[in-house]
């Protein structure tokens, strides 16, 4: 036999209100807390575009940071060319981007005339690679890095560290000239960074009624990377 319950209860609204507040409490945090966060997201991915411009800019007019960076193009051992060519030695002030001609005036293929990747200056297969090291890195110049670090520092998000920024110098032939000082493509990138959310944001969208698995709350935050012409390196005994 079932219980009835007393006629006293069927019309009794008295603890709607909790039930109500129970159920619209997390929608509310959750729209809240979620806003602020994607808000941080999205200003730190802002702010880190700007920042990175101004780092690119600054390693374009300050002494290299990574190891090995040339100061000035030195002319290319053009001796021991593969298929008997004898070059006719270009001329200071050529540009890098020029062409090398045997002594019969015939072009030399794969020959260069700057000598930017010391050891190998024969290179058939092109321009050698940039040049690379993150500004945790030592070998170059320590306060181009802590310059640079002090920049970026208080737009990129808080998980960020000096390892998650890579500078990098690459060789342009069309940028440079023969006996002239060393002018790259200067790049600043962001990389390996995850953003850190601050509030429990899958734990409310489960409260609020959502089915959600694991969410992430530390998701990988977008590579970023600002390119600039290098001014200049600051390699002589003024600058």
Partial sequence: MTRRAPLSLLGCERGTTMVELALAIPLFLLLMLGA???ARFYYHFSASEKALAVAARTASVRPAICPNVPTSNARADLSNLPGGFTADLPDFGQGCAGTVFDDTGTVIPGATICDFDPGNDYDPSGTPGPITCTLAELGGSTATADEIWGRLQASVPTTTTRANVQVSYAFDPALNFLGGPFVPEVSVTLTGV??????????LASMAGATVGAFDQSPPFPALRAVVTGEDLAAGNDG
Avoid: L
Wanted: hydrophobic content about 55%.
């Fill in 36 to 38: 602020i966060d994607f």
């Fill in 194 to 203: 995850d953003f850190e959310f601050i509030t429990p944001v899958g734990a």
